[in-house]
């Protein structure tokens, strides 16, 4: 029992308490103060609000930098590896600039989302110059590109408007960054451009979003070194390659131990990993990137020669790249000095798991006699113009798909780099540009170098030079993309709206809607060609944009359509311009698209309410008294 207490033994209590605590918060050590400001629980808002309470803990939050370093570190953790341990930086400030560019990106996308989504129809289109106002930020590259990554990493469901235009910006940014090191490595001796860099650069170029360097492709390619060296070791320990390091180039000068490492090379690289020549698959694009060609063990002619030349130098043998017609090949010198004789060089076929090939037997392998010019050695810029070639092939080759467009953009981007006064591939740049009514200032630009370079051109220039004016001023006058409502009478007959995932009757694919027509609004040849005139209802049904799950972007007829049975996500590149987010029964417009269907979004919830929500509803009555409704799950509204 609890034993009762007199005023005057209260009174002492008080006491105790009141000298207990005489002491404030800010008469702590510093150091415990900055533990406690440390506390993950604590925001950059919090530690704001606190350094303004006092004198004494504002001197905490800012005289060391380890708050303000706490705070940064903790909200961006992959910009680590940018500061040096042993040097002092003004924390609080790098935050404010990190917190400044997160604000400013997203301004940006937003502003980008809106003019974009006006100016350019769906299939197969590129981006112009809308982000070099990323350029002019003023902001630290690498916080541009850490907020890029940010956004690109959360919720994949979420902010699908905002990763859209973050991975465009993206691209572009790094793109610019290879170019500048691509003009840079131009720029050295010829003695200092390494086939294997310049190799990595085009692959970086091509492919800006994946994790290619060339630290990880030499680190690759260390490691078949080591492989090559092992298989070696048995065949002769004494093996002058065997005593040389990582990172060692000495020359093996006898030509018979040379034949020992180019043997040991082939047994590795081709038996031992199974490397080979991608025979099947010839004009994929992913044949000429470094990074592809070491995962998939395939590749093309000249992107296995320039790693089996790679290796080879690491090694201790010097092997020259030779730009053969159509079969590009390595030439290895027979005699101690450099030869003009043909005959002097054995030829190595790296497509060909490494044959070795006399002059004779390489015209053999084409099938058509060629003069000796063919067998000389070229530099590594005509080597990197043949690569980039090739890729600019494959993407004329293309189906007008935005892959296709897109390689060949960058494919142009790249080979105008190299040789920036061919007149051929200008001219091929600005029709491509013209043609995607993209960048018409650069259009005007490329025309103008065109003409002074080649005044003969001036028929192709001055009709190219018009049309590029009009569309400026067609620009300059847009006409505001026409707002459809349901409502409206003509509209009837309009079934499905903007966001619904649909499965296409007959042939099966599902797709999400992002447009649609009261009746089809294609030209009649178009309506000729996919006979539309067979279908039941004809032309004269509402037809609806869809963007399917394999990547195209088609228009189809109502009476093919259905709401799929169960919702799923579409992986398709554009998404994320026309929705903002996927709620697991459909797409939710993004304000640009719904500007366009004001009434759909209303129209898209009570449908995906009466479709799966309704349905949920009926199984859950159907189960009778013995459902236990205490566990069950509310519906996602």
């Given at each position: 029992m609890a034993t009762p207490c007199n005023g005057e033994r209260l009174s002492g209590t008080n006491s105790v308490i009141s000298e207990g605590y005489v002491k404030k918060l800010t008469d702590l050590p510093t150091e415990l103060l900055e533990y406690i400001l440390c506390f993950p629980v604590l925001n950059h808002i919090d530690i704001s609000n606190v350094s303004c309470c006092c004198k004494r803990l504002h001197e905490v939050c800012h005289s060391s930098g380890k708050v303000w370093g706490h705070q940064y570190k903790l909200r961006w953790p992959r910009l680590q590896k940018l500061y040096r341990q042993n040097e002092s930086y003004d924390w609080q400030q790098e935050f404010r600039t990190r917190l400044r560019v997160c604000l400013q990106i997203q301004r940006t996308v937003v502003s980008i989302s809106k003019r974009f989504f006006a100016e350019v129809p769906c299939v197969g289109q590129v981006l112009g110059d809308s982000f070099t106002e990323i350029e002019s930020l003023g902001a630290p590259e690498h916080f541009c590109e850490d907020e890029l990554l940010s956004i690109l990493n959360s919720d994949r469901r979420k902010s699908l408007t905002l990763k859209y235009y973050a991975k465009k910006i993206l691209y572009f940014l790094r793109q610019q960054n290879i170019l500048r090191s691509l003009k840079g490595f131009l720029e050295r001796p010829p003695e200092q451009q390494l086939a294997l860099e310049g190799a990595v650069l085009v692959d970086q170029y091509c492919n800006p979003l994946a994790d290619v360097t060339l630290e990880g492709i030499s680190a690759q390619l260390d490691d078949i070194t080591e492989k090559v060296k092992k298989y070696l070791r048995v065949k002769n320990a004494s093996h002058p390659s065997l005593r040389s390091a990582q990172g060692d180039c000495v020359l093996v000068q006898d030509f018979e131990l040379q034949r020992q490492v180019l043997c040991a090379l082939n047994a590795v690289l081709y038996e031992q990993l199974q490397f080979k020549g991608n025979e099947r698959d010839y004009y994929n694009p992913k044949n000429s990137y470094l990074h592809q060609v070491l995962l998939r063990r395939t590749g093309i002619p000249i992107s296995l020669s320039v790693l089996y030349m790679t290796l080879a130098r690491k090694l201790g043998v010097l092997l020259e790249p030779v730009n053969f017609p159509n079969h590009f090949l390595l030439r290895w010198c027979q005699r101690r000095t450099s030869s003009d004789n043909i005959y002097d060089y054995v030829y190595i076929d790296a497509f060909g798991k490494g044959k070795q090939l006399t002059a004779k037997e390489c015209e053999y392998l084409i099938r058509q006699q060629v003069t000796a010019d063919y067998y000389n050695s070229i530099s590594t810029t005509e080597l990197l113009l043949r690569m980039v070639g090739n890729l600019l092939n494959i993407g004329k080759r293309g189906e007008g798909s935005e892959k296709s467009y897109q390689l060949l953009r960058d494919s142009l981007d790249l080979y105008l780099t190299i040789d920036p006064d061919n007149v051929q591939y200008l001219l091929l740049q600005a029709r491509l540009y013209?043609?995607?009514?993209?960048?018409?200032?650069?259009?005007?630009?490329?025309?103008?170098?065109?003409?002074?370079?080649?005044?003969?051109?001036?028929?192709?220039?001055?009709?190219?030079?018009?049309?590029?004016?009009?569309?400026?001023?067609?620009?300059?006058?847009?006409?505001?993309?026409?707002?459809?409502?349901?409502?409206?009478?003509?509209?009837?007959?309009?079934?499905?709206?903007?966001?619904?995932?649909?499965?296409?009757?007959?042939?099966?694919?599902?797709?999400?809607?992002?447009?649609?027509?009261?009746?089809?609004?294609?030209?009649?040849?178009?309506?000729?060609?996919?006979?539309?005139?067979?279908?039941?209802?004809?032309?004269?049904?509402?037809?609806?944009?869809?963007?399917?799950?394999?990547?195209?972007?088609?228009?189809?007829?109502?009476?093919?359509?259905?709401?799929?049975?169960?919702?799923?996500?579409?992986?398709?590149?554009?998404?994320?311009?026309?929705?903002?987010?996927?709620?697991?029964?459909?797409?939710?417009?993004?304000?640009?698209?719904?500007?366009?269907?004001?009434?759909?979004?209303?129209?898209?919830?009570?449908?995906?309410?009466?479709?799966?929500?309704?349905?949920?509803?009926?199984?859950?009555?159907?189960?009778g008294s013995n459902t236990d409704h205490s566990a069950m799950t509310p519906l996602t509204p």
């Open positions: 013209f043609h995607l009514g993209i960048w018409p200032e650069k259009v005007l630009d490329i025309l103008q170098h065109i003409q002074a370079l080649d005044p003969s051109q001036h028929g192709a220039v001055g009709y190219l030079v018009q049309h590029t004016l009009e569309h400026i001023q067609h620009k300059r006058h847009a006409v505001e993309h026409e707002v459809k409502r349901r409502s409206a009478p003509e509209h009837s007959q309009v079934q499905y709206s903007v966001g619904l995932i649909m499965k296409h009757k007959r042939s099966g694919y599902n797709c999400v809607v992002y447009g649609w027509d009261p009746k089809c609004s294609m030209s009649p040849e178009w309506i000729a060609t996919m006979r539309v005139h067979q279908l039941t209802h004809g032309a004269n049904q509402p037809f609806y944009n869809v963007l399917v799950q394999d990547g195209t972007c088609r228009y189809a007829a109502q009476e093919n359509l259905e709401p799929h049975s169960a919702p799923l996500e579409i992986s398709h590149p554009e998404v994320g311009r026309y929705f903002s987010d996927f709620s697991d029964t459909h797409y939710v417009a993004n304000e640009e698209l719904q500007s366009h269907y004001p009434e759909d979004v209303a129209e898209t919830q009570r449908a995906v309410q009466e479709l799966y929500h309704s349905h949920s509803l009926d199984s859950g009555h159907a189960a």
